[in-house]
């Protein structure tokens, strides 16, 4: 059984980076049939995807437009584990963040969740 | 990017009524349509993929259909457990975007 732990801050400033990690276990972060995503979801925003990294032979990267010039979705092979890095945030950042398992182009398998907040 | 665009928004149901909920894509995504419940303070779980296969576990009394831009998700006889949020999701390109959302009420 594949299981996402989350860990990291609940508060950020503005203008500093969001940064969080996501543990796998039941999986490999080199799995050549998974990717692995970040999504948020705020108020406003709803359900909102950031990005995903993969390996199929070698590493990919996608990002959603809106945040691609400021994020960095990250394997670690050591741990087994993936972060995402969110840079210059503002209050519009604020949301819930989820790391999850795609495979067979589903979402199957999703982390606890992370409420962050961006406030001084 | 493909917009999805759900119907209603919200709903009010008793126990036992038969509900359907509706997603629209903006252009032709096959059958790359999944249906998730999230209930408040969980993840969203994945219910249905691929337009109407039953995630395993998940009761029979929810179906999904439709294929190209239009979608369905029909509960035939809702219970108490049901009272939640679905959400559509389209996987036909990156980026992956969902549906706005509709809230399963008590009536």
């Known amino acids: 059984q594949v299981q996402l732990q989350q860990s990291g801050p609940g508060l950020v400033k503005p203008s500093q980076t969001l940064s969080l990690t996501c543990a796998i276990s039941g999986d490999s972060v080199s799995s050549n049939s998974a990717a692995w995503n970040w999504i948020r979801q705020s108020p406003s925003r709803g359900l909102e995807w950031l990005g995903r990294?993969?390996?199929?032979?070698?590493?990919?990267?996608d990002y959603a437009v809106s945040v691609k010039s400021r994020t960095t979705i990250n394997p670690d092979t050591s741990k087994n584990q993936f972060s995402l890095q969110l840079n210059s945030v503002t209050p519009e950042d604020t949301a819930v963040y989820y790391c999850?398992?795609?495979?067979?182009?589903?979402?199957?398998?999703w982390g606890q969740g992370t409420l962050v907040t961006v406030s001084s | 990017d493909i917009q999805m665009t759900q119907s209603p928004s919200s709903l009010s149901a008793s126990v036992g009524d038969r509900v359907t909920i509706t997603c629209r894509a903006s252009q032709n995504i096959s059958s790359y349509l999944h249906w998730y419940q999230q209930k408040p303070g969980k993840a969203p779980k994945l219910l249905i993929y691929?337009?109407?296969n039953l995630q395993s576990g998940v009761p029979s009394r929810f179906s999904g259909s439709g294929s190209g831009t239009d979608f369905t998700l029909t509960i035939s006889s809702l219970q108490p457990e049901d009272f939640a949020t679905y959400y559509c999701q389209q996987s036909y390109s990156i980026p992956r975007m969902f549906g706005q959302g509709t809230k399963v009420e008590i009536k």
């Open positions: 990294t993969y390996y199929r032979s070698k590493w990919y990267n």
């Open positions: 691929a337009a109407s």
């Open positions: 999850v398992r795609e495979d067979n182009r589903r979402y199957s398998y």
